[in-house]
């Protein structure tokens, strides 16, 4: 801890004023379309200037700094108004320390300064021994040949409090489901199946199995969405894996008096691709399909060769609405009542950001509804699936 003002072991100590930063403040005051902007921002913004001090903060950043007014705010570094420990190491404030270097709100201030935008993660130790997980960006602004940085800064604490709970409650939950799945395949193999008793320990089986599948379902979707799924490509066999899908949703309660089955002119090729994910999506447009449909009629699964690629495709007879096929794809849109919709929305996040291919889907009263999920001969490479959007 140094108590020299002008003593720093990373950023530069120098500070502006008071008059230089009221300079700098009525300049930005005198910038009302930015400060009306910046005010209307739901997230916290500031306008920093060479020496790293507030001379503007919007609404939400005062609300944030407890309502704090902003002529209180004026001249202080982010660090000290948010309470970072490490401010106060050193007489010179924010930036000045060692553990400064590993601060991502300072080496963003640090290269906007130098002209260029930047956006880093924070974590910042509070002096009352909270701590506060950031995302900050930074970009250069000029006003009146003055070189200011603007600062802006999301609290994503919760999101990753949420995702740690997330991810314990699967393994958890999994965990208690392979118990239930062991005993139940345990009785069936006990009780013969001729008997009703042998028939009840079956049903338990298949519906532990089923619930296993829907929680990997969700655990997946929920990776996907977060970007942390990684796909495994294996060499798959086209029509087997059609086949397969056919006869569990042909057993699915879904499918009582229709019929599932697989096009004759299925191709039988092999290729490279993440067969869960893949027997995911087909799951979903089958499943789709079968709740579509009416009573004595059915559904084909079929993959044939199509543009270079390979494409799997699951017809239904029936046409969708205009309404519904402009609304189709959106997360949470459901014909089916609240809380349901992620089946159409996952068959696209799962084939364009993971499979590295096209989904689709037309319908029409003449022809009904088919939906298309077209994968490359190859597996992608890993820098584009990153460089998917």
């Given at each position: 801890m140094s108590t020299d003002?002008?003593?720093?072991?990373?950023?530069?100590?120098?500070?502006?004023?008071?008059?230089?930063?009221?300079?700098?403040?009525?300049?930005?005051?005198?910038?009302?379309?930015?400060?009306?902007?910046?005010?209307?921002?739901?997230?916290?913004?500031?306008?920093?200037?060479?020496?790293?001090?507030?001379?503007?903060?919007?609404?939400?950043?005062?609300?944030?700094?407890?309502?704090?007014?902003?002529?209180?705010?004026?001249?202080?570094?982010?660090?000290?108004?948010?309470?970072?420990?490490?401010?106060?190491?050193?007489?010179?404030?924010?930036?000045?320390t060692r553990f400064c270097s590993e601060c991502g709100a300072m080496k963003a201030m640090l290269a906007s300064q130098k002209g260029e935008a930047a956006q880093q993660g924070c974590e910042i130790l509070k002096k009352n021994g909270d701590a506060l997980d950031l995302k900050v960006w930074t970009t250069p602004l000029d006003l009146r040949g003055r070189r200011f940085t603007l600062f802006t800064l999301a609290d994503q604490g919760a999101d990753k409090r949420r995702r740690a709970l997330e991810r314990l409650f699967y393994h958890d939950v999994l965990n208690t489901a392979g118990g239930l799945y062991g005993y139940a395949d345990l009785l069936s193999e006990l009780i013969p199946a001729e008997q009703e008793s042998g028939r009840y320990a079956r049903s338990i089986f298949q519906l532990s199995e089923a619930i296993i599948e829907e929680i990997q379902a969700q655990k997946e979707l929920s990776a996907a969405e977060n970007q942390e799924l990684v796909p495994r490509f294996v060499p798959v066999q086209a029509r087997a894996l059609l086949e397969e899908v056919a006869r569990s949703y042909q057993a699915h309660q879904v499918s009582k008096g229709k019929t599932v089955q697989v096009a004759p002119d299925s191709v039988e090729v092999t290729l490279t691709t993440d067969r869960t994910l893949l027997k995911r999506v087909l799951g979903n447009m089958t499943k789709n399909a079968l709740e579509a449909s009416n009573p004595g009629q059915s559904v084909t699964l079929r993959c044939h060769d199509q543009d270079g690629g390979l494409a799997f495709s699951v017809h239904n007879p029936k046409a969708m609405p205009e309404k519904i096929q402009l609304q189709v794809f959106k997360r949470s849109f459901s014909t089916k009542g609240s809380g349901r919709g992620l089946g159409t929305y996952s068959i696209k996040l799962l084939t364009e950001r993971y499979l590295g291919g096209r989904a689709w889907f037309t319908s029409s009263p003449a022809e009904g509804t088919t939906f298309t999920a077209l994968l490359p001969p190859e597996p992608p490479s890993p820098e584009s699936l990153r460089e998917t959007p």
């Open positions: 003002p002008h003593f720093t072991e990373f950023a530069p100590p120098e500070r502006s004023c008071g008059e230089e930063i009221s300079s700098d403040a009525r300049l930005v005051a005198e910038s009302p379309g930015l400060t009306q902007t910046l005010d209307m921002t739901p997230g916290q913004a500031l306008i920093l200037n060479e020496n790293r001090q507030i001379v503007y903060a919007n609404r939400a950043f005062q609300a944030m700094a407890e309502n704090e007014p902003l002529e209180n705010l004026l001249g202080q570094r982010p660090g000290e108004v948010l309470g970072c420990a490490y401010s106060v190491r050193n007489a010179a404030g924010c930036g000045t």
